[in-house]
């Protein structure tokens, strides 16, 4: 069974660095993209980037594009999401998702549970 | 504002059908990308409800269906439930944004 663990929630202030951290287990971590998604309360879905385990070949959403980092450490089969610099506007939910290939493009066909953070003074 | 076009809400009473929209455009939908849907449930992560425009994961019920034409696609809900009732995304591919995965806004469906 695919299975995909996010570390727990966070308390952060202005300006703290965080990393988030998505274990995923039951499959090969290493020929799957994973995604990572914000969800701000009370609103959509925001895909923010995606990651290949296999080579750390990384790309960004033009929104997101140098205000977070993504990697990943395959001998733990763990993907990360990292701020240098939180800002009260990060606040939200964060979910990592596998992205699965379709026919014709790509849907996340699992999710993490998803981790809450939040920023505040 | 978002890529994909949805309506914020829909309704109806259990027993009924309901149909959700999701437009896009040339660089998305309508360039011959599929249109996934998810499903999310108050406070749970997104469940894949829906890939590659009509064809449902092991263990969705089949009063889930897709359609998709032209820069548009659909979800519909036949014999609606109360256990229906979340928020619901439809996803693409465009290939105009830097490679983007893109989602509508989402859909709440509230059952009467």
């Known amino acids: 069974e695919v299975q995909l663990v996010q570390s727990g929630a966070e308390v952060k202030a202005p300006g703290e660095s965080l990393k988030i951290s998505c274990k995923a287990s039951g499959y090969s971590f290493t020929t799957y993209w994973i995604g990572w998604v914000r969800q701000m309360p009370g609103t959509g879905l925001e895909w923010m980037g995606i990651?290949?385990?296999?080579?750390?070949?990384?790309r960004y959403s033009p929104s997101f594009q140098g205000q977070v980092t993504i990697s990943a450490d395959k001998s733990i089969s763990t993907a990360y999401l990292q701020w240098s610099s939180l800002k009260v506007s990060d606040t939200a939910m964060y979910f990592c998702?596998?992205?699965?290939?379709?026919?014709?493009?790509?849907?996340?066909?699992?999710w993490g549970q998803g981790t809450l953070v939040t920023v505040s003074s | 504002q978002s890529v994909l076009t949805q309506p914020p809400s829909v309704s109806g009473a259990p027993g009924q059908r309901v149909t959700i929209s999701c437009t896009g455009s040339s660089s998305n939908i309508g360039a011959g990308y599929d249109v996934h849907w998810y499903q999310q449930l108050p406070g749970t992560a997104p469940k894949l409800l829906i890939y590659?425009?009509?064809n449902r994961p092991s263990g969705v019920p089949d009063r889930f269906s897709g359609s998709k034409s032209g820069t548009s696609a659909s979800l519909a809900i036949t014999g609606l439930q109360a256990e229906d009732e979340a928020d619901y995304y439809c996803?693409?591919?465009?290939?105009?944004?830097?490679?983007?995965?893109?989602f509508g806004a989402g859909t709440k469906v509230t059952v009467l």
């Open positions: 590659s425009n009509n």
């Open positions: 996803q693409s591919y465009d290939s105009s944004l830097s490679a983007s995965y893109v």
């Open positions: 990651i290949y385990p296999g080579d750390s070949d990384t």
């Open positions: 998702a596998r992205r699965y290939t379709t026919s014709s493009g790509y849907c996340f066909d699992s």
